[in-house]
């Protein structure tokens, strides 16, 4: 498969094909060089708690709510690295605004070939829990089926182990077992409330202070944490740092790379046949931006009144579906690439002009292209748009959620990491990023890092005899 992809199938889990779909899943686990993971949940509760000065007042925060809440999706993307193309590079040049950002140069270039299967298991928590009203809107509004849910949710129950002789070996709780048992790496994006959730929902009833959850975390997840959010805040520095953007904004830098021969990702998936368990996410890029347009000042203006700032700002909008601005995903990149490009253009005139001043002469003149339009934009958005937004990321499930952030941290692979001649990530230079997790509103990320001060807990402690003894 080439580094385009127009779909991306998510393996439909519930509780009438759990026993079918288990030998696969299981299997894509044992196989998986990392597994990417996300949740959608009933609620995550306030602003106020999530952004908490304190880290420490934030996870209690964080516990209290995953105490009362539920997560009703778990999507999970199994990225195996099968090989790994090397070839000469045979050219020079040409090479985007991040290529300063590379971990070392080099004259010949990786293809990252990865096999990805990616499910999503509709959850159905056996207690009572807390639903948030925006949260049930935000779901809604992006797909999430509730009738499904309450008539075929995968059926748990939270905090530490119970007798259930109804239970199934074939269970979430179950699931979540194998996953520590499997010590994989583990990636994110924006992990702390997913670690929180998971730990609550699916493995103990969770410590009461921060520093023995972190100590438990180093023992769960042996393979580490790696979070995507960190990554592209800390590190990379994108305009915008939600998951739709960072993944759209990945492809495309993806499909560059490989056409400009530097180290890219190739994404295989297995020949699924048709099945109402298949469900085809739809993600292609669309045949034409305005990456390489010129816009007059007029036109751009009316390009940048066409999006909803507050969206593509953060990923979000009060106004939902309701809203009467664009909130498509590649529109937004295009306008950012054109900001990017004009202040480049600005900063070369102004050299120029200094040079002039000090009289250097500068033979090389910026290229006159004809300006774009008003009417040629509309004409761009009619082709394009149609009568709906065709071309935004993708549905909003935790599958396909999970497959972005999957997605979009093998591209940061090929970014910043290294081969040599081992498919393991531990061996794959991404050393600097492991067990790191951003903390909004911190110029610091959460070290997941046990401190010699600090012990695991009781829970937890005796849940990890219980698998290491493989007792059910």
Not at 302 to 331: E, M, P, T, V
Request: proline letters at 4%; one cysteine or more; glycine letters at 6%.
């Amino acid at each position: 498969m080439s580094v385009r992809f127009e779909s991306i199938p998510v393996l439909d889990v519930n509780i009438n094909n759990i026993q079918v779909l288990w030998p696969s899943l299981m299997k894509a686990v044992e196989s998986a060089t990392f597994i990417a993971i996300d949740t959608e949940l009933s609620g995550i509760g306030t602003r106020k708690t999530l952004m908490a000065k304190s880290v420490e007042d934030r996870y209690k925060g964080t516990a209290e709510n995953a105490k009362t809440r539920s997560v009703v999706s778990l999507g999970l993307s199994c990225f195996k690295l099968t090989h790994v193309d090397v070839k000469p590079r045979t050219q020079t040049g040409n090479m985007s605004d991040d290529s300063f950002l590379e971990a070392s140069p080099s004259s010949s270039c990786h293809t990252w070939n990865f096999l990805v299967q990616t499910y999503n298991i509709m959850a159905l928590c056996q207690e009572e829990y807390v639903v948030e009203p925006s949260s049930l809107k935000f779901l809604v509004e992006h797909g999430f089926d509730f009738n499904k849910q309450y008539s075929c949710g995968v059926g748990y129950y939270r905090g530490n182990d119970k007798p259930d002789p109804t239970s199934s070996s074939m269970c979430l709780r179950s699931f979540f077992t194998v996953l520590v048992k499997s010590r994989k790496p583990v990636v994110f994006h924006n992990a702390l409330t997913d670690l929180v959730y998971l730990y609550q929902n699916f493995y103990a009833s969770l410590p009461p202070t921060m520093s023995s959850f972190i100590a438990d975390l180093t023992e769960i997840f042996e393979g580490g944490v790696y979070d995507t959010k960190y990554i592209t805040d800390y590190v990379h520095r994108m305009p915008a740092s939600y998951l739709e953007y960072v993944f759209r904004k990945s492809q495309r830098d993806n499909t560059q790379r490989q056409s400009t021969e530097r180290s890219s990702v190739t994404i295989n998936i297995l020949p699924y046949p048709p099945s109402e368990t298949v469900n085809h996410c739809r993600c292609g890029l669309p045949p034409d931006s305005l990456q390489d347009k010129d816009p007059d000042q007029d036109t751009f203006q009316a390009i940048k009144d066409h999006i909803c700032q507050g969206f593509a700002g953060h990923g979000w909008c009060s106004s939902g579906n309701r809203c009467n601005k664009s909130h498509d995903i590649d529109l937004i990149l295009d306008v950012d690439h054109l900001v990017q490009t004009r202040k480049s253009r600005k900063r070369k005139r102004r050299n120029r002009n200094q040079n002039q001043e000090d009289g250097d002469s500068d033979e090389s003149q910026e290229p006159t292209n004809k300006q774009y339009t008003k009417d040629q934009f509309e004409e761009f958005l009619s082709k394009r748009l149609g009568d709906r937004e065709i071309c935004k990321a993708g549905c909003h499930r935790a599958g396909f959620d999970s497959f972005m952030t999957g997605f979009s941290f093998a591209v940061y692979i090929s970014k910043y990491g290294s081969y040599n001649g081992s498919f393991c990530l531990d061996d794959c230079g991404m050393e600097a990023f492991k067990n790191n997790v951003y903390l909004s509103g911190k110029d610091m990320p959460l070290s997941i890092v046990k401190s010699t001060f600090s012990k695991i807990s009781k829970n937890h402690k005796e849940k990890i005899k219980k698998i290491s003894e493989h007792v059910p």
